[in-house]
Every structure is written in structure tokens, then in C-alpha cells.
Nanobody
Framework: QVQLVESGGGSVEAGGSLRLSCAAS????????MAWFRQAPGKEREGVAG??????????KYRDSVKGRFTISRDNAKNEVYLQMNSLKLEDTAMYYC??????????????????????WGQGTQVTVSG
């Protein structure tokens, strides 16, 4: 079992930045699949960014609306995953969740944002962007 704890959320004005952190504990491994999701009131949970160690430096994926603004990264020594969010917009307001999967079937690059693929979830951290 893997436990995930998010932190770093808060209130920020549009155009500002926040850095979310996800601390993982338990049966973790550097090859685990990690992702950030978000859910706004009345909307479905959606994938924001994913990261997979793979071979070499690893792989990352982003939803189109955050490309160029958000960056996902991980520190395997600390068992942490981060989401650097720049140029925040009103529509980025949501609860942000960290998610973990130990294994993957099929092509990760095309299914990374599927919520059912992740077994472990954190409690979430709120991000509120005001204009």
C-alpha cells in the first residue's frame, strides 16, 4: 500500500504561481507511475500531468490546457512528486490530487489520465485562482 499526502495549495491571483508537492510513503518504487489530477465543483476529475520513470530521464504528459505552464517532476530520493504551476488562470481553480500506480497495461502515453488506472490517491489540496 502507498500513502500520498499533498501540500502546497492555496489562493493566488491570476498569473501567479504555486508549487504542489506529493509525499509518498509505504511500498514505493522509483518506477511507479505518478500523476496529478484535479476536480472542480460539479466537474469530473481530470488528469493534469503524469510522469513515468521509464528508461533514461523518464516521460511526462500534460493535458493541453496546461502545457507550457505546468511542470511535473519527481525526486526519487525523497519519494516526492511536484507540480510547478505558473501563469495560473481562473479555470485552474480546483482540488488537486496526487495519484499512484505500481503497474500499467497498455500504452501509458495514451491512458495516463484515466482515473481508474490509479490505485492510490491523496486527500487533495485546494488551489484557488482569483482575478
Amino acid at each position: 500500500q502507498v500513502q500520498l499526502v499533498e501540500s502546497g495549495g492555496g489562493s493566488v491571483e491570476a498569473g501567479g504561481s504555486l508549487r504542489l508537492s506529493c509525499a509518498a510513503s509505504g511500498n514505493t518504487d522509483s518506477s511507479d507511475f505518478m500523476a496529478w489530477f484535479r476536480q472542480a465543483p460539479g466537474k469530473e476529475r481530470e488528469g493534469v500531468a503524469g510522469i513515468y520513470a521509464g528508461s533514461g530521464s523518464g516521460f511526462t504528459k500534460y493535458r493541453d490546457s496546461v502545457k507550457g505552464r505546468f511542470t511535473i517532476s519527481r525526486d526519487n530520493a525523497k519519494n516526492e512528486v511536484y507540480l510547478q504551476m505558473n501563469s495560473l488562470k481562473l479555470e485552474d481553480t480546483a482540488m488537486y490530487y496526487c495519484a499512484h500506480a505500481r503497474s500499467w497495461t497498455g500504452t501509458w502515453a495514451t491512458t495516463w489520465a484515466t482515473t481508474s488506472r490509479y490505485l492510490n490517491w491523496g486527500q487533495g489540496t485546494q488551489v484557488t485562482v482569483s482575478g
